[in-house]
């Protein structure tokens, strides 16, 4: 039981350049998150997922997009890489929505530069 | 929409003592405040969380209590050990689909032996 799987680690994109993360989880969960990390904002959401086939804005989406063909992955793409989106960006799982007994599974991250 | 504030942004303590953390939250229709620990280097992790109609929750050297009234709620760690070093973030939410999960800025706690 792997939890939730992120890759790459590490990516270093030159601006304009487009990538994908790739989250995996495998604890049959139905809601899928996209967030970002930052120095001194906390961990903000960039898209999300309530199920298979469905995507949702999240507070920062602008510059991203996102896919949940398969219920245990969700797409993060970038189509034209910034300096801004350089960040560290964690995926998570839940079972339910943001509510009581359903915490949010984290996965290790994905630290990306963007020069 | 709901806006977490969090304080503050770094605490320092000896070991031993007890650490507490702030939030204010702006929404009073939120009723789910969870707390998350992120060690250096690794993922944020749920250590305790706190719905609405319960004031104060315990367990072990850690605590959350809740004032609804004034929109605020704290984490309190006891006893503190260097293990309990990290960014800790707190969050709210109505709790129900639709709507999310904000969270504070996070609070760097630095125990020292």
């Known amino acids: 039981n792997a939890g939730v799987t992120q890759t790459p680690k590490f ?5 304009g350049q487009s990538m994908t993360l790739l989250c995996a989880q495998d604890m049959n969960h139905e809601y899928m998150y996209w967030y970002r990390q930052d120095p ?21 989406p602008d510059g991203y997009n996102v896919s949940r063909l398969k219920k245990q ?8 890489a910034a ?5 560290v960006y964690f995926c998570a799982s839940s079972f339910k929505g943001w509510t ?5 599974h984290f996965g290790n991250g994905t630290r990306l530069t963007v020069t | 929409g709901e806006n977490v504030e969090q304080h503050p ?7 031993g003592d007890s650490a507490v953390i702030k939030c204010t939250y702006s929404d009073s229709a939120s009723n789910y405040f969870p707390w998350y620990k992120q060690e250096l280097g690794k993922r944020p992790q749920l250590i305790i ?6 004031g104060e ?7 959350v209590t809740l004032n609804k009234t004034a929109k605020h709620f704290s984490l309190h760690i006891t006893e503190t050990q260097p293990e309990d070093s990290a960014v800790y973030f707190c969050a709210a939410s109505k709790g129900e689909y639709g709507n999310k999960l904000v969270f504070g800025a996070g609070t760097i706690l630095r125990v020292k032996s």
């Open chain 1, 83 to 87: 300096p801004s989106q350089t960040s």
């Open chain 2, 57 to 63: 929750k315990k367990d072990q050297r850690i605590a």
């Open chain 1, 11 to 15: 990516r270093v994109l030159k601006t």
């Open chain 2, 49 to 54: 969380d706190i719905r609405s109609n319960v």
């Open chain 1, 73 to 80: 992955n969700f797409l993060l793409g970038l189509e034209s």
């Open chain 1, 40 to 60: 001194g904002m906390g961990l903000r959401l960039i898209h999300y997922s309530v199920g298979e086939g469905t995507t949702a804005k999240g507070e920062v």
């Open chain 1, 100 to 104: 009581y007994n359903s915490p949010l």
């Open chain 2, 9 to 15: 942004s770094t605490l320092s303590v000896q070991e």
